[in-house]
T-cell receptor
């Protein structure tokens, strides 16, 4: 398995500002993902964070709004830029670890945009 | 049609009941299958992987039917602590996973 930490655990932000979320894994992993989960809904994949290259974004998500860094195999950041109340959500970092392709999640960052 | 579809729920059952969840997937190239559990305001956690031969972990049994493209989760002797949302997850290759919308289970005394 993998132990994942995220910072901050929660934040309340003003519209128009940006927030950077950090994800730290206790071991080197190849696959790292960022998800969003809005209240009462399932997880939506934002992007795959690739080490040494640009992130791969899913339909509906763009780099200007959600820039991602992946400087090494244990760390990544997701920035939510120019926030609006619609960005209020839980943002989850996730990695694939273990031989069975299991996916593990960080505790999430609960973001509220006023 | 969604790639992964789950029973809409919610399921409200008494303690000790047996409850089953089904999940269907549309991508016939799917290779890996999982059930996750998510408690309120918490991150999803892996409950069990689902193997072609079916697998059991205590009170939990998972089965896969590739021909019909569905997986199931059976919970026997339900406990209050089983109350959670159960997410069906399907993966077509070693990359990204597709999550179902989840089925909410409430076990009542």
């Amino acid at each position: 398995s993998a132990v994942i930490s995220q910072k901050p655990s929660r934040d309340i932000c003003q519209r128009g500002t940006s927030l950077t979320i950090q994800c730290q894994v206790d071991s080197q992993v190849t696959m790292m993902f960022w998800y969003r989960q809005q209240p009462g809904q399932s997880l939506t994949l934002i992007a795959t964070a690739n080490q040494g290259s640009e992130a791969t974004y899913e339909s509906g998500f763009v780099i200007d709004k959600f820039p991602i860094s992946r400087p090494n195999l244990t760390f990544s950041t997701l920035t939510v830029s120019n926030m609006s109340p619609e960005d209020s959500s839980i943002y989850l970092c996730s990695v694939v670890a273990g031989g069975g392709h299991e996916q593990f999640f960080g505790p999430g960052t609960r973001l509220t945009v006023l | 049609r969604k790639e992964v579809e789950q029973d809409p729920g919610p399921f409200n059952v008494p303690e000790g009941a047996t409850v089953a969840f089904n999940c269907t997937y549309s991508n016939s190239a799917s290779q890996s299958f999982f059930w996750y559990r998510q408690d309120c305001r918490k991150e999803p956690k892996l409950l069990m992987s689902v193997y072609s031969s079916g697998n059991e972990d205590g009170r939990f049994t998972a089965q896969l039917n590739r021909a019909s493209q569905y997986i199931s989760l059976l919970i026997r002797d339900s406990k209050l602590s089983d109350s959670a949302t159960y997410l069906c997850v399907v993966k077509a290759n070693a990359g990204k996973s597709t999550f179902g919308d989840g089925t909410t289970l409430t076990v009542k005394p």
